[in-house]
């Protein structure tokens, strides 16, 4: 069998998934490459390998380039965007691997993760610890303030202070053009702030559903609405990715300061489609980026968490 391991970047950490791959099984065929190869293995990379008893010492960075002509029953690709933005990943992929691409989205399950972490901590606190960044998440050494964008909702219908954590970027119930009788859905609701203002506008004959992947923001949201008596507004545990919502249910989707926080956009927009009705629409509030963000902030997790890295470019 074989298998070509593809980095995007010098081929540093596929030189190792190669050699890993040859300790478990020397049968197998197992090629690495980067699509900036470096000159020569990295220092780091031979001392960690050389812990796990490895030795890639003599192991020569190769670019991709060299492997575009051959065919491979398996390619494993080990950064998380390789799939969309690698353009020897799509020229492999179209002509040259016969069987399932694996992808392994590390940074991806990462980055989910250091924002489900990010906005538990928020969760538990106050807006006015958001608001200060010194107090904020970060703590004194954050250079993030999770609640730069937010806006003031106080004079909005339906408001609730509790559920407001000064988390937002805009106010999309505003330009949503909202019904009496809609079903709403809320992607990312945090504590409920934007499905409470729905709520007001959809009446008792609507319906608002709230969709969060963070278990202490359901769990702050679960208790804003149970304070205030709704039998109509619900929140549900779900990655935005792959809704646990059946098709064709609301009549609008909103959403305030998320999808920049979503590392697969087309996967969220797609499921913003599927759940909608026939005819339904949505309406986004959110960070966008005009040109290119410094490669070192796109790679920084606090500001992807912040809601600036994720942020989708026009
Ligand atoms: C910046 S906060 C905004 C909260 C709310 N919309 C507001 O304005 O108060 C982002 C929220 O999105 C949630 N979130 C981020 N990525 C998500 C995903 N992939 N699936 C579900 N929820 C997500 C976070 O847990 C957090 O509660």
Redesign the pocket.
Known sequence: MKILILCTGNSCRSQMAEAFLHSFDNRLTVCSAGTEPAEKVNEKAIQVMCEAGIDISRNIPKSVSRYLSETWDYMITVCADADRNCLFHHALYSKKIRNTILTFNFMEKNI?SV??DT?TV??RQSKEQNETSCCGVGGCCSTVD?AVF?ENYRQLKGYHED???????GIPTQFASINEGDSVL??????G??CFVARALVGETGRVVG????DA?LEKARKNNTKLGFQNVEFVK????DMPLEDNQFDVVI????LN???DKRK?FAEIKRVLKPGGHFCVSDVVVKGNLPEKLKNDAEMYAG?VSGAIEM
């Open positions: 989910k924002v489900k906005y928020i969760a999770y937010s559920a407001d954590l000064g988390l937002g970027c809320d992607l990312g609701s945090g504590a702030n934007d969709i969060d992947f963070t923001m779900g990655d935005i990715e959403s305030n300061c998320v926080l979503v590392p969220a809601c």
